[in-house]
């Protein structure tokens, strides 16, 4: 066994160069290595490694492969060592034939760059065959009157060696008639001549038998032998004859059996049993006989098996013609198979990834090579995959194709794409060959997680549960496994002092949104936070979405009187003249909600009387007023009860109580009421009461009214929810309460209005007295209400 370098001569040196994705791709010219035939399977052929002047462990990173140009891998690459090995034992005769050298073609590939050296190997003969003869005895008939010298051919052994290990000598057994000469013909194939040394005389000897041997060149030599009988007959002296040496005849390889091939006439002038002639194959190999047979009588020649011209395209048979007097003639029949396109291309696959990375640039997918076993228009190819896909089907060298990505990808568009390759011939009728390819598109991370909305609006009513939830986001990621699976998050505040995780959490797994803790409208009305969405790739893609959060308000805050004053001191009385006409308005009741909307819309109305029908109270503004003219007969002194209520459901009221007195003049004493200890006093007393009382109140009043301007205008500017408006949906019922001072009421209050903006109406409503900031907080906050309105108007409300 021996392993040759490269060897590039001039006249088969090829220079292959193009671009491929900026890597230079050269086919090589042929190395030329060699093993002898029959060693077992594993044998060492080279190693490619060094033959190539590579490094160790290069072959294995450039994944280097061998492609044989048949079916059939006869050879196999160990990357890790480099060595060039048999994948079986190979038997030079079963590969070449009787063709010699026996030379196998295969190619080397590699990637990173992509090379492909083209190589051959020669399967190297031994003499593992003896010479064997078709018939192991041949009778030859020969005219006593034949002349010396006379040359005889005789049939030729076969052996399955070549070269120096086929037939190179015939010996005949020592006789004193004849010897053996070695002829030969044009392609170099020798064969047995019997000459005739003297005269026969079939008296003497009618019959030999000689052994003739063949002998090879091999060391030691093997040997075939055959028996010649020799029959002397008595005098024939014409031969048959041919008409040519040489016929020549073309039939199509799809030709059926029994196909008459061809027909050869020989005639002889004898006359009798000596003129009749008989033919046979004469020389044949096993091949031919079991491929053709030729009638004795016709000398037609007809198909006896189906002809393939890839693998034999040509026959030439040699035909003896024999006649009664056993003279022969032999002429040659060359048989021509034509080709026919009876063969589909082939695709050989030599590398296949089926996967790629999306956003990938330009990537080669498989490596193939196309053959066709016809020859001629039936051998050309052409290859093509379908239009209208990313993919590229480049030529390589010789028959090589390589298939690629026309670029990037995008898993999202199209995961998976069915790419076929189809190889068609030129032949007629066109034969062609498909191959399918399936290509996955792996995803990659590329897009970040996508809320269904940008801005969700959440409500929840106040005074709610702990852990209650109160609503959902969500989100989808067009990316496919962990890189589509999203984890949502609170985001943190913008504010660091709005406590937003103290007031909603959010599950980490599917969005869900709990509030954590009991929410008070009166407090809060609104909050806003950012929640995340962020997907499990590597690196990780987000994306937030702004979450508002309105808190609605529940019914949870009773009317608060402000006038008249409930703080158990003694009563505040309304003066009345009995003059006063029907309508005279005697006071006003000042009512408050901490609610909003319809749970702070306000109604009055008279519980109790001492006097039914005397009094009224209006019911949208809280005005008590007088129903009829007075009489001497009316009682001086009057108790009214008066029930404030609001609009929520259930309806939450408060009851104030009112002491009316009816004096002729206000110059007239005022006269005690029951509950009130009795005191003497002097109406000049009483009067100077009066005007100190109403002097201090409007001072009070008047800096409670700045001090209290001051407080808000610094809360505006922190809180935004503080002292927002809150307008209901529909326009706001008739007995909306009015508050302007009138009577004897000894401070007049404003208050901030809300117009609706419904159509068709111009209604408003009382929202907050500027006099306090009385936010009803719930019923933790009641204290400090009354200690704040205390301050304002030096009076203790209970």
């Known amino acids: 066994m021996e392993a040759r370098g490269f060897i590039f001569p001039r006249q088969r040196q090829v220079l292959f160069l193009f671009l491929f994705w900026g890597v230079s791709l050269a086919g090589s010219g042929f190395g030329r290595y060699s093993v002898t035939e029959e060693t077992d399977r594993g044998s060492f052929v080279v190693n490619l490694a060094k033959d190539l002047g590579l490094a160790e462990g290069e072959l294995a990173a450039r994944g280097t492969r061998v492609v044989s140009d048949g079916n059939k891998q006869y050879l196999l690459l160990d990357s890790h060592t480099g060595n060039l090995l048999t994948n079986e034992k190979l038997d030079r005769e079963k590969l070449c034939g009787p063709k010699e050298p026996c030379m196998l073609y295969f190619q080397i590939l590699m990637d990173d760059p992509f090379q492909i050296y083209r190589v051959q190997l020669r399967v190297r003969d031994i003499n593992d065959h003896s010479p064997v003869f078709q018939d192991k005895e041949t009778v030859l008939k020969i005219s006593e009157n034949t002349a010396e010298g006379t040359v005889f051919r005789l049939e030729r052994a076969q052996d399955p060696d070549g070269g120096p290990n086929g037939i190179q000598n015939y010996t005949i057994s020592p006789n004193s008639f004849f010897h053996v000469k070695i002829g030969g013909s044009d392609e170099g194939v020798i064969y047995p001549e019997l ?58 390889e799809n030709s059926p059996i029994g196909f008459l091939i061809f027909k050869v006439s020989a005639e002889d002038i004898d006359s009798g049993v000596n003129a009749e002639v008989s033919y046979s194959f004469f020389d044949a190999s096993e091949n031919i006989r079991t491929t053709f047979q030729i009638n004795p009588f016709s000398g037609e020649i007809f198909l006896r098996e189906l002809l393939d011209y890839e693998l034999v395209n040509s026959y030439e048979i040699n035909i003896q013609a024999m006649d009664g007097g056993g003279l022969s003639a032999i002429c040659r029949v060359l048989v021509e198979v034509l080709d026919t396109n009876d063969n589909a291309p082939e695709l050989i696959i030599s590398s296949l990834s089926n996967s790629v990375a999306e956003n990938s640039p330009e990537t080669v997918l498989a490596v193939f090579k196309i053959n066709d076993r016809d020859s001629g228009e039936n051998g050309k190819m052409v290859c093509y995959i379908q239009e209208n896909l990313p993919f590229l089907l480049k030529h390589s060298v010789e028959n090589f194709y390589i298939l690629m990505t026309e670029g990037a990808l995008d898993r999202e568009s199209r995961a998976a794409y069915n790419i076929t390759i189809t190889v068609t011939d030129l032949g007629t009728p066109r034969l062609k060959t498909e191959h399918n390819i399936t290509v996955l598109v792996s ?22 549960s702990p852990a209650l939830h109160i609503g959902s986001v969500s989100a989808t990621d067009r990316d496919s496994g962990t890189n ?82 409930q703080n158990g001191s003694a009563p505040c009385t309304e003066l009345v003249p009995r003059a006063a006409e029907p309508g005279y308005l005697v006071t006003k009741v000042v009512a408050v909600d901490g609610d909003s909307g319809q749970n702070a819309w306000l109604s009055y109305q008279l519980l109790k009387a001492t006097e039914p029908g005397l009094f009224g109270v209006w019911a949208h503004n809280g005005e008590v007023r007088t129903a009829r003219l007075l009489s001497e007969r009316d009682a001086a002194k009057h108790r009214l009860v008066v029930l404030v209520k609001d609009n929520g459901e259930p309806p939450r009221s408060a009851t104030t109580t009112l002491h009316v007195l009816l004096v002729e003049g206000f110059s007239q004493p005022y006269l005690p009421l029951p509950e009130a200890a009795p005191a003497q006093v002097e109406a000049d007393s009483l009067t100077v009461y009066l005007v100190v009382a109403l002097a201090s109140v409007s ?100």
Do not use: W
């Open 443 to 464: 995803d990659v991370n590329d897009n970040a997680p996508t809320f269904t909305q940008t801005f969700y609006t959440l409500f929840v009513r106040e005074n709610n």
């Open 699 to 798: 001072s009070l009043f008047l800096f409670s009214v700045l001090l209290f301007v001051a407080v808000r205008l610094c809360r505006r500017s922190r809180a935004a929810s503080v002292g927002r408006c809150s307008v209901s949906e529909g326009p706001f019922p008739g007995h909306l309460v009015d508050m302007s001072g009138a009577g004897t009421l000894s401070q007049s209050y404003q208050y901030k209005v809300c117009l609706t903006g419904g159509p068709g109406t111009s209604e408003f409503k009382f929202l907050k007295p500027i006099i306090s900031d009385i936010q009803t907080q719930g019923p933790g906050r009641k204290d400090e209400q009354n200690s704040t309105f205390r301050n304002s108007f030096g009076f203790n409300i209970q």
């Open 195 to 252: 000459v005739l040394d003297k005269a026969l005389d079939r008296e003497e000897q009618g019959e030999f038998s000689l052994t003739l041997t063949a002998l090879d060149g091999g060391s030691p030599p093997r040997s075939g032998t055959s028996t010649i009988g020799i029959v002397i007959l008595d005098v024939n002296d014409n031969a048959p004859q041919f008409a040519q040496a040489l016929y020549e005849t073309q039939t199509p």
């Open 484 to 565: 589509a699976q999203v984890t949502y998050s609170l985001l943190p505040p913008q504010d660091p002092h709005q406590p937003v995780a103290s007031l909603v959490s959010i599950n980490a797994d599917n969005g869900h949104l709990f509030a954590l803790r009991s929410l008070d409208y009166e407090a809060l009305q609104a909050f806003e936070f950012h929640v995340g969405a962020a997907d499990r790739g590597s690196p990780a893609l987000n994306s937030e979405a702004l979450v508002r959060v309105l808190v609605l308000d529940a019914n949870d805050n009773s009317p608060f009187v402000l006038y008249p004053l």
